[in-house]
């Protein structure tokens, strides 16, 4: 509002009665204003509250991977597209190039990256498991695991 007076500028709505060339107008549009303000920040805290729930609970928060699906009951498991993350894991490590992996398996390079360094998928390549908020990684070359927390 402050850059439109510089300008020279008043605002005038027709349809909510605000006009900023009177007090009354100008108080009326900063109550406006700050009832916005107040909502959206209100917003944000409902919707970090409830994402810190469903960590707490062990749930996963956002979309799932390529790989993964949610069953009958809500709990994530494989998808048809788990040996396609894996041949992807694999291909890499043998070619070591992302654009010849991508074309073998018709998909974008950013497509391969995002698998490359997703948790999950590295999870999913290794055979390792998803629970209660952690993922395991299983290196079966050398029986060890290593959790990682955060997801």
């Keep these: 509002m402050d850059e439109l007076k510089r300008y020279g500028v008043d605002f005038v709505s027709v349809t909510e009665r605000i006009d900023t060339t ?13 009832f916005a303000e107040f ?7 409902r919707t970090k509250l409830a994402m810190d729930k469903k960590v707490k609970e062990g749930s996963f928060v956002g979309r799932l991977p390529l790989g993964y699906r949610y069953d009958e009951s809500r709990r994530i498991v494989l998808s048809e597209d788990a040996e396609t993350v894996r ?36 999870a999913l390549s290794t055979g390792g498991t998803w629970s209660g908020g952690a993922i395991t990684l299983r290196s079966s070359a050398r029986g060890r695991s290593k959790k990682s927390k955060g997801f």
């Design 22 to 34: 009177t007090a009354a107008g100008k108080l009326m549009f900063h109550i406006i204003g700050a």
């Design 87 to 122: 041949c992807v894991f694999f291909d890499f490590l043998e070619t070591q190039n992302v654009s010849e992996v991508a074309r073998k398996h018709n998909m974008s390079r950013m497509q391969v990256y995002r698998i490359l360094r997703n948790h999950f998928t590295l």
């Design 39 to 45: 909502e959206r920040e209100m917003t944000i805290e």
